[in-house]
């Protein structure tokens, strides 16, 4: 699956075995299974009784195009043929031959439909006793078939896909009754709205090869993962405009104009449709778009009308109060709008389409079983708390002497990623108990790391540390600030942002009135660097011109 990133931040996903029976118990998925399991094999040509004998049929072919399984099923046909729970064979004939044929639904095909018999699949026979991992592999596939432009169409009935008045999903228990003229009505409405045009971005996107729908799942997954990734399910949940905006308004537009906010709409009835289909596959937890205000943008020129060229020319021209008919979401309107929720279920699914797409995706302790210089690296590009997740995950594995001692050996070098690696070892370090006390002491007198492991043996009260040289110290200022600042390629930016880090420079530059006059000669790779990136962000003109005149010094003298 096409992704902005070409990596995700780490996950905590159940076990195999929970989402398993989540997949299971997803109604879609069980509709699927329920299907396959009903089907009886159909009785070779020339067998006695071959007229009379019951069999399943399918109308409109196994492949359930258009006028396929009656009602809910159909889409659950569909994944059941495509992931291999059933099978198709036979020959297309007459629905009216004189056989008790019923479909899946158990309802008979229309008088001199077509009609193409179905085989039981050996998969299902074997599902109550699958593993884990191969009934996952099955739910990806109904996943594929949803995603992958198997699921139900323009002019079909969506069964699964369809809401009912109260807002959850026709053909679920808490749906079943619910069909008719309420849900018709939303499902037209939908279908309209599935094949209109789009323009600008949202075309050029939609017809590439990231289409929307590819874009706001993987912004989901993202977002999912960057917002309680490392904490585990329930996850956040995200407003459908939202994750519409994601994949339709340009990078860099901070104030959308009418245009986009019309495609951002239109890209919300579209996704609006899908997510009606993820639900019921347990991919997703979704409150579809309010069916009022579908009806109202269809009767303001939106994408589910005859829009003609309104969204090719950006709309009359005229501006939409947020909230008013037609226009963007207003502050009380959003959950209106559909509110959709990563499942563990759904993210395990979207974590192999990744995969597949080139993506490192990650999951919560997959850095465990790696040596420290990957650890650092990778815990240095993620949010703080899952970075701290990781590193505990890492030394629950190994002694903390050894850890420490892994640590160490992987923070040393004047790379210019090395800054980063000592300050994340600083920090994991910080984790690691007493008995790590000899692995400090070992490196008192290195370069690159005496200055943080008297840090650490200073701050549990350690006996008999040497104080640092003035030299150390200053080279341990810089180093630090290396990595908070994002020199060169080091750690992009502290956490905190811009005015912490404006804070920190200042704090430093006052405290200590000579520090810039003995800054560059520090004999440190990043000074020059350093130094540039404090007349930066030191408000005072002065002493950010003081800061520049120290960075000339520093790289005339070769530091940076």
Not at 122 to 141: C, D, F, N, S
């Amino acid at each position: 699956m096409p992704g902005d990133r070409s990596e995700m931040p780490p996950l905590r996903l159940p076990s195999e075995a929970e989402l398993a029976r989540q997949a299971l118990a997803a109604p879609l998925f069980a509709d699927a299974v329920r299907l396959a399991r009903g089907v009886r094999p159909a009785p070779a040509a020339g067998t006695p009784g071959t007229r009379d004998a019951p069999v399943t049929v399918v109308p409109g072919g196994a492949d359930g195009g258009a006028g396929g399984a009656a009602g809910g099923d159909a889409l659950a046909w569909r994944i059941a043929v495509a992931t291999g729970l059933a099978g198709a064979g036979g020959e297309p004939g007459p629905a009216g031959n004189g056989s008790a044929a019923t479909g899946p639904a158990g309802e008979r095909p229309a008088a001199g439909g077509a009609a193409r018999a179905a085989t039981a699949g050996e998969v299902v026979r074997r599902i109550t006793v699958a593993g884990p991992g191969e009934i996952l592999g099955l739910w990806r596939g109904a996943l594929e078939t949803v995603l992958g432009g198997n699921g139900t169409g323009p002019g079909e009935s969506r069964g699964h896909g369809a809401a009912s008045p109260d807002g959850s999903p026709a053909g679920r228990p808490d749906g079943a009754a619910a069909g008719g003229a309420a849900a018709g009505g939303a499902d037209a409405m939908a279908d309209r709205a599935a094949g209109a045009p789009v323009t600008g971005t949202a075309r050029a996107r939609l017809h590439g090869a990231d289409t929307v729908l590819d874009q706001v799942l993987s912004g989901l997954y993202l977002l999912t993962a960057l917002e309680g990734g490392a904490a585990g399910p329930p996850w956040p949940s995200v407003p459908l405009p939202a994750l519409a905006a994601t994949a339709v308004v340009p990078a860099g537009m901070t104030h959308p104009t009418d245009a986009v906010l019309e495609e951002v709409l239109a890209a919300v009835v579209r996704l609006d449709v899908r997510f009606r289909e993820l639900d019921p596959l347990g991919a997703v937890e979704y409150r579809p778009v309010d069916p009022e205000l579908i009806a109202e943008f269809d009767g303001n020129g939106g994408p589910a009308g005859d829009r003609g060229e309104t969204a090719a020319s950006g709309g009359s021209g005229e501006e939409t109060a947020p909230g008013a008919p037609g226009g963007p979401p207003g502050p009380g309107d959003v959950h209106r709008y559909g509110v959709v929720r990563l499942t563990p279920l759904g993210a395990h699914g979207l974590r192999a389409r990744l995969l597949a797409a080139g993506v490192d995706a990650p999951l919560v302790g997959d850095l465990a079983e790696r040596g420290a210089p990957e650890l650092l690296d990778a815990a240095g590009r993620l949010p703080e708390v899952l970075a701290r997740e990781e590193v505990r995950l890492w030394l629950d594995r190994r002694e903390p002497r050894a850890a420490a001692g892994e640590l160490l050996a992987a923070a040393r070098g004047d790379d210019r990623a090395a800054p980063a690696r000592r300050l994340g070892c600083q920090q994991a370090l910080a984790l690691v108990g007493p008995e790590a006390e000899p692995a400090l002491r070992e490196v008192l007198e290195d370069r690159h790391l005496g200055g943080l492991a008297r840090v650490w043996l200073a701050e549990r009260g350690a006996a008999g540390v040497p104080a640092p040289s003035e030299d150390l110290v200053f080279w341990l200022t810089v180093d630090t600030l290396a990595a908070q600042l994002g020199a060169g390629d080091a750690r992009p930016g502290d956490p905190a942002g811009t005015a912490a880090l404006e804070a920190l420079v200042e704090g430093l530059v006052g405290r200590h009135s000579g520090f810039l006059d003995a800054a560059w000669q520090v004999d440190h790779p990043a000074t020059g660097e350093v130094l540039e990136a404090m007349s930066r962000l030191h408000p005072d003109r002065a002493v950010a011109k003081a800061a520049r005149r120290a960075a000339y010094k520093a790289r005339t003298r070769g530091h940076g």
